[in-house]
């Protein structure tokens, strides 16, 4: 984990505009109000590098942890399952056969995070009563009882997702601070700057010269990086929604390829390189409510979005059918 390449290279120059600053103490000195500013700066600087720090967290133990859980989650689940393939097949029941053997090992470790839980649910709520309705025929193959550890293995698994996520969650602030909140703050401190490098020329051109040349590089990064990026979480928890969570642009110019992206696995819509304008997109993952968005893209300037999406509502009244033996 680390900052985006884009905020890395904002934080470069703002590096080297804070050592320029530090080599010219005659001209930084010179005008009372400028002096005062880069006081301002070196604070933010601070701020900065506190945000790249937690960006640059780490979630290696955590991950190394939850994989490990979900190993031995999908293990005890798919014991469960190719038993319960068995059990079907003693039974002639087509309809059980088909729908419990597609949880194998590998679908169910491959399974994303966030849906796995429910899978687990799935087997439990499709083989349960059959240990109820034909509790001496299942014996063999699965009880109450290895179900109920099966859940227990599964929520072993989320505990340790938790705690990845809750990782996860605090690297992400981070970078998405030093995005939302220190860029902005950081093109206030040029801003203000860039008005007094007029007066200060006079006697320090060299300065002002290399003062320039560090501005135009951000300049440079500003064209060359607009548009949109966005992190996508679950409103409930502020979970992540990681590889499965989408942006459609609805009212963008036509383009050789649609314009629309997928979460990486850090729950992130990377850059997505937009012309200025004010734009309509929708924001979409399984299981929950689309939310459209108004994006206004803005010259030199990378438009930055938390986008938190509430679940669908869960329609009541559908009809459960008895297992068949």
């Not at 206030?188 to 501005?215: E, N, R, T």
């Not at 500003?222 to 989408?246: C, F, P, S, W």
């Not at 004010?278 to 993952?285: E, G, L, Q, S, Y």
Request: aromatic letters at 8%; charged letters at 20%; glycine letters at 6%.
């Amino acid at each position: 984990m680390a900052l985006s390449n884009i905020s890395k290279s904002h934080l470069d120059q703002y590096a080297r505009l804070e050592l320029l600053f530090s080599n010219n103490a005659g001209a930084v000195s010179d005008i009372t109000a400028f002096s005062d500013r880069r006081n301002a700066f070196g604070k933010s600087m601070l701020v900065c590098y506190g945000y790249r720090d937690t960006a640059n967290g780490t979630t290696k133990g955590f991950t190394k942890a939850k994989n490990a859980a979900k190993k031995t989650s999908s293990d005890s689940a798919s014991n469960i399952t190719g038993k319960a393939v068995s059990y079907a097949i003693t039974v002639k029941n087509v309809d059980l056969k088909d729908k419990v053997n597609q949880w194998t090992q590998n679908f169910l470790y491959k399974t994303n995070d966030p849906d796995y839980a429910g899978v687990i649910q799935k087997i439990d709520d499709l083989l349960f009563p059959y240990t109820a309705s034909d509790p001496t025929g299942t014996a063999d193959y699965f009880t109450p009882s290895q179900l109920a550890d099966m859940k227990k293995d599964s929520d072993a698994y989320e505990t340790t997702l938790n705690l990845y996520n809750n990782a996860l969650s605090v690297i992400n602030i981070g970078k998405s601070n030093f995005k939302i909140i220190q860029i902005p703050v950081m093109k206030l401190h040029i801003v203000f700057f860039d008005g007094f490098m007029s007066d200060l020329a006079v006697d320090y051109a060299g300065f002002v010269s290399q003062y320039k040349v560090i501005i135009e590089k951000l300049d440079v990064l500003g064209k060359r990086n607009q548009g949109v990026e966005a992190l996508m979480v679950y409103d409930v928890d502020g979970k992540v929604i990681a590889l499965v969570g989408e942006l459609n642009m609805v009212n963008y110019p036509v383009t050789k390829k649609p314009k629309k992206a997928r979460t990486n696995s850090n729950g992130e819509i990377p850059l997505m390189k937009l012309k200025v304008g004010t734009w309509d997109a929708v924001f979409k993952a399984p299981g929950c409510i689309d939310q459209p968005v108004t994006i206004k893209v803005e010259a030199k300037k990378v438009t930055s979005l938390i986008i938190r999406m509430m679940a669908a509502p869960i329609i009541a009244g559908a009809a459960v059918k008895a297992p068949k033996k």
